[in-house]
């Protein structure tokens, strides 16, 4: 195939009488990347290799040379099959540019340089005849660079060029012809075509204003307008005052005259004040506009024939790029723009629809991709979404419990405090009954007195038992409306209360233990 492919350019070549290549490059073989050599005046120049990219028309045209690395200077230049001195010729250069990249800060242009250009010194200083090609950087800083060196200056063309700036092969073109005029094309479309004087602000102007002229006495340079002479004032015009005395105001019948000053109206707008009457205005008809001196030829502007021819033995590339990836591929410096226009239409044109529906479905196959990713991150977080509540509904379910459990053992608690409260009231209804046969066997006792207050004391002690005890089954009955965790120390707390209760009354009993061995003693007595 890409034997087919050159031998149709060659007949091509063939079929243009006077057309003449300079230099053809397709990167149809893998050796053609070593045709460019890297600068060594700069040792972090990137990387660069031959690609088809990821999408394309034509497997046969797509290779071309891609920038590899990211955020790097590339420089190189690679050798013309003969010097180009385009002096009385035309001079087309065309090529290819693919931003796969989806460029959003790099340049795409080439450089041509001249013969006596040395490769290992290229840098941004370098000395070039002719930069072409679209740089990009940002949505606002792009154009397409059409700078030509003339008297060892470099011009930029005065018009803006918008470039292509998709993931899309565009072909650029700039042709400039015999005639001193131009042509700047991208995919075949002109952008801009006239004369190179015209757009490179190379030579002098052709007239300039006369300097020896001299604006008449009697030119009229203004007013444009002036007002009517024969405009007069209506006679029911009124202007003025704005401003006249209320008519319907009246003075208050509280106004003291000697106190407040003398009364007066207030003002209000004059209803037939019309403001200031000034003439209408009419054309100067004197007036004949800016008055600016005629032009004549410039004494020294001078056609020359060496504008607009460069002399040519390289191309190369002097670029800086942010994100890697741009492909140039159908590099073409030529005389001939019929060959240029087969040569382009060959390797660009025919496979233009291929590489849209290439592209297409590589962007349709990624959408689904990009799409299906969605999906399963979305049920990646439902399932996430249930198994939390599932956590969560646990966790609600067994703290439940353990307040069900808090509860329970609480009312256990309850139950045996109120079975010891029982027992306790039982011990003391016999302690009472005891209490009541001593009183019966003291009444012989002389000193009835002391009896009477110890029991006083036993019952003061009883009372105080009863009212912990009281205490203790309020405390736990406001620990059940608490939270479980709460509860228990609740419980712990009356339970320490009851101890302290239980105490006191062991203590009261043995009080009356020692009170009943007294009486046990007189009895004997």
Request: aromatic share 8%; hydrophobic share 35%; charged share 40%.
């Amino acid at each position: 195939m890409r034997c087919s492919f050159a031998l149709t350019t060659l007949a091509a070549l063939a079929s243009s009488a006077l057309g003449r290549v300079y230099y053809e490059e397709t990167f149809s073989s893998s050796e053609s990347i070593d045709k460019f050599k890297p600068s060594k005046a700069r040792d972090d120049v990137g990387t660069i290799k031959i690609s088809n990219g990821k999408w394309y028309g034509s497997e046969e045209h797509a290779a071309g040379l891609q920038l590899v690395d990211d955020a790097r200077f590339y420089a190189y230049s690679a050798k013309l099959k003969r010097p180009f001195n385009t002096k009385g010729k035309d001079f087309i250069v065309q090529f290819t540019v693919k931003y796969e990249q989806d460029i959003d800060c790099g340049g795409a242009y080439l450089k041509l340089l001249p013969p006596t250009f040395e490769p290992e010194k290229f840098d941004g200083d370098t000395e070039y005849e002719v930069m072409f090609g679209p740089d990009i950087c940002g949505s606002t800083n792009r154009r397409v660079h059409a700078i030509i060196n003339y008297n060892n200056t470099n011009n930029q063309i005065d018009k803006v060029i918008q470039p292509r700036g998709d993931q899309l092969s565009h072909q650029y073109t700039f042709w400039v012809k015999s005639d001193k005029t131009f042509e700047i094309r991208i995919d075949n479309k002109v952008q801009e075509e006239g004369k190179i004087e015209n757009f490179w602000k190379v030579l002098p102007d052709k007239q300039i204003s006369d300097p020896d002229a001299k604006q008449p006495e009697d030119w009229v340079d203004g007013p444009a307008m002036i007002e009517d002479p024969e405009d007069e004032k209506p006679e029911e015009w009124v202007d003025g005052p704005a401003t006249i005395p209320d008519a319907d105001a009246k003075k208050p019948e509280d106004w003291d005259d000697d106190m407040d000053g003398d009364w007066e109206a207030p003002m209000v707008a004059n209803p037939e004040y019309k403001g200031e009457w000034k003439p209408r205005m009419i054309k100067n008809p004197e007036y004949k506009g800016e008055w600016t001196a005629p032009l004549i030829d410039n004494p020294d502007y001078n056609q020359d024939e060496d504008l607009a021819v460069f002399n040519i033995g390289y191309v190369g590339l002097d670029l800086w790029t942010v994100k890697a990836g741009t492909i140039f591929s159908n590099i073409l410096i030529t005389d001939d723009f019929d060959y240029a226009s087969q040569f382009g239409n060959t390797t660009w044109a025919e496979n233009v629809e291929g590489e849209i529906a290439a592209k297409k479905a590589i962007d349709e196959a990624e959408a689904k991709k990009l799409e299906e990713e969605r999906k399963e991150r979305e049920a990646e977080a439902e399932a996430k979404k249930a198994e939390d509540k599932e956590e969560d509904e646990k966790a609600e379910k067994d703290k439940k419990e353990e307040d069900d459990e808090a509860v329970d053992e609480l009312e256990n608690d309850d139950e045996v405090a109120e079975k010891r409260d029982a027992d306790e009231l039982e011990e003391d209804d016999k302690l009472a009954k005891d209490e009541a046969e001593a009183d019966a066997e003291a009444d012989h006792v002389e000193d009835k007195e002391d009896i009477v207050k110890e029991k006083k004391d036993a019952e003061d002690e009883k009372a105080a038992a009863k009212k912990a005890r009281d205490e203790e089954k309020a405390a736990k009955k406001a620990a059940k409306k608490l939270a479980a965790e709460k509860a228990k120390k609740a419980a712990e707390e009356a339970a320490k209360k009851a101890e302290e209760a239980a105490a006191a009354a062991a203590e009261a009993d043995d009080d009356d233990e020692d009170n009943a061995d007294k009486w046990d003693g007189h009895d004997e007595l």
